[in-house]
């Protein structure tokens, strides 16, 4: 193991000195210098200007994403990169679902009453498509919670039926109730409810507004965006108070049995007297997103780095968003207007430094990903599908939220995904930017640097931290730190200049950091099991792209690239049905898992572990 990466070593070491014998060194530094000078205003304008209200947010399928990705490649060409996409262009065009919209036929029948598409009847973005004509219970908030010892479908027969539910939990708004009473559970998800659903057998699931609360809102259209597509396996609609009243027995109202249920904080469901036919008709919308991607031919092509930054954000809002009932732009310029300008600036230098014959010995490719915020589509698409032999690639490194520098703390992620990293960026940073460094060892967290640590590249990931303004429309251009948004610049650089002269990094499996999984929203609820799906395959079960270390997973035998059909009894189609299943176990409990591996279906048993 030495003495190869002892010779590796010094291979670089003659390169450089060849390469500063060669050309002359006070260019190279005048180089820089110059770059460092103009630095501060082209990130500002690159920040200013991906993030203005008129891209539309970057969201997926929009005018503003396109524009975007035109105007990325028009400045990488200008960099003097080589076009690093397929065909020969910049880009690498992937067709994604970007939503859902209310086709016709649609709407709820009951005793010859029709309640059409609109006011009293709306289809929810995972519904199946089709129609159904069932009878009908009341499962009071269609929630089964044996944490809460409470289940609305106890005693309860509604096989290929349609259920009839309350939003909400109950006790909402009520200190004393057995669920939170501040804040809603899971269980109040209208995903939870209609595999709960499913799960007992129904064949449709009918919503309507607790009247205790929320009486007369307006019905939600269904939600265009994000993962929203995912079918949950039902025909599945939102109600009015009204129509849903149609269904109940003469001198019953919905605000008694609702009554009912929050007073005695017990079940309340009944078998209700009519039948109902019910339609629904979503079109799924598509459209095609691009990565950008461009590169810097190495002096060994054999040997590649990856700088890469997603260039999308929420658009209008949506399910991602933190502000989901505002319809503006989402403009993202720390999220991530911030990371693409620094990996724009990282190119340019690599550019300047080509044309002035100072080829890197590594090819360096720049990726500007979409589809970020849908679930690491573009990165996810771009190693699947590499424009570089995956095999060349060594390393990866990632920005994301990387502009607003606050105390001078930079978070490094990644630093246990190669055995020399833990040494390796302190270094560089104590020689270069002396940031007050965080470092997490893991490599997976919620940006594009997973989707390569999941194809064993080892990954870096810088990171200025969250704050109030992540995933709101007021993330804009004018709180960005742009002295800190330099300096992030300036050791990116420096990082792909030391990687650049240094052997491959020996890729290791690190221990997870729970810390950096709080970032990334994967609060401790439930049971655990340490499985790490692959968000790309989104329906058909859940693709595990690996296990944690040391994990119940690991432990039961589940591997990267197994496909759960199958939980505990659960069907799992998606992601969705996956989390479902385990939120609804107990640590401690032994579970059977069916998996598709290699054509064949395997049975595992694992014993889910507490939340690390
Ligand atoms: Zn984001």
């Known amino acids: 193991m030495k003495r190869p990466r002892a010779r590796w070593w010094m291979t670089a070491v003659g390169l450089l000195w060849a390469a500063a ?14 770059w460092r000078k103009d630095l501060q205003g082209l990130l500002r304008e690159d920040v200013r200007r991906m993030a203005d209200p008129a891209w539309e947010g970057r969201g997926p399928g929009t005018k503003g994403q396109e524009q975007a990705a035109e105007y990325l490649a028009g400045r990488m060409r200008g960099f003097g990169l080589e076009p690093g996409g397929e065909d020969g262009a910049f880009f690498q065009p992937i067709e994604v679902t970007t939503g859902v919209e209310v086709g016709v036929p649609g709407g709820l029948e009951v005793r010859g009453r029709r309640f059409a598409v609109g006011e009293d009847f709306q289809p929810i973005g995972f519904s199946t498509n089709g129609t159904l004509k069932a009878p009908v219970v009341f499962a009071g908030y269609g929630i089964t919670a044996p944490a809460f010892d409470y289940d609305d479908y106890a005693g309860l027969d509604v096989r290929d039926k349609l259920v009839l539910v309350l939003t909400q939990e109950p006790g909402e708004m009520d200190s004393t109730s057995r669920f939170d009473g501040s804040v809603n559970t899971p269980h109040a998800e209208l995903r939870t409810k209609a595999i709960n659903a499913r799960e007992h057998g129904a064949l449709g699931m009918l919503v309507v507004n607790g009247p205790r609360h929320h009486a007369g809102e307006p019905l939600r259209k269904p939600r265009a965006d994000g993962a929203g597509y995912m079918t949950s396996g039902l025909l599945a609609a939102q109600l009015s108070e009204k129509a849903a009243q149609a269904l109940l027995p003469p001198g019953a109202t919905l605000a008694s049995l609702q009554e009912a249920i929050d007073s005695r904080g017990r079940p309340h469901s009944i078998a209700l007297p009519e039948s109902a036919i019910v339609t ?23 040997r590649t780095l990856v700088v890469g930054a997603h260039y999308d954000h929420l658009g209008y809002g949506g399910e991602s968003s933190l502000a989901p009932n505002e319809r503006v732009p989402h403009v993202g310029a720390d999220d991530n207007a911030s990371g693409v300008a620094a990996m724009m600036e990282v190119a340019s230098r690599a550019g300047r430094h080509a044309k002035a014959g100072r080829r890197p010995l590594h090819n360096l490719v720049f990726c500007a990903y979409t589809g970020e915020e849908m679930g690491l589509v573009g990165s996810g698409h771009f190693v699947d599908q590499p424009t570089r032999p995956l095999e060349s690639i060594e390393a990866m490194l990632n920005m994301d939220m990387v502009g607003r520098l606050r105390d001078n703390r930079l978070m490094v992620m990644g630093t246990g995904t190669a055995t020399e990293f833990a040494d390796f960026v302190p270094r560089v940073n104590q020689a270069t930017e002396k940031f007050d460094l965080k470092t997490s060892s893991d490599g997976f967290g919620p940006s594009d ?54 052997p491959k990094p020996t890729y290791v499996r690190a221990q997870a950091d729970s810390s950096m999984g709080r970032i990334a929203g994967g609060g401790g609820y439930g049971a655990y099991l340490g499985t790490i799906p692959d968000y790309l395959k989104t329906e058909g079960g859940v693709l595990l792209s690996g296990v944690r270390n040391g994990s119940p997973a690991e432990k039961a035998g589940l591997r990267g690239g197994d496909v759960i059909v199958k939980f505990d009894g659960v069907r799992i189609d998606n992601i969705y049905d996956y989390t479902f299943a385990l939120r609804s176990r107990k ?3 032994e579970v059977r898992i069916t998996v598709h591996r290699g054509g064949a279906d395997v049975d595992v048993v694992a014993l889910l572990g507490r939340r690390p």
Request: hydrophobic share 40%.
């Open 21 to 34: 014998l060669l050309g002359a060194a006070t260019s190279r530094t005048d180089l820089d210098q110059k």
């Open 280 to 302: 629904v008709t979503l079109k799924r919308t598509k459209a095609v997103i691009r990565n950008v991607v461009g590169w810097i031919p190495g002096r060994d092509t054999t």
């Open 587 to 589: 640590p401690g409990q």
């Open 449 to 502: 640097h997973s989707s390569f640590y999941k194809r064993k590249v080892p990954v870096l990931m810088l990171f200025t931290g969250a704050h109030a303004d992540y995933h709101r429309p007021s993330d804009t251009w004018d709180k960005v730190n742009y002295e800190g948004l330099s300096k992030v610049a300036r050791f990116a650089a420096a990082l792909i200049d030391s990687l650049d002269a240094r």
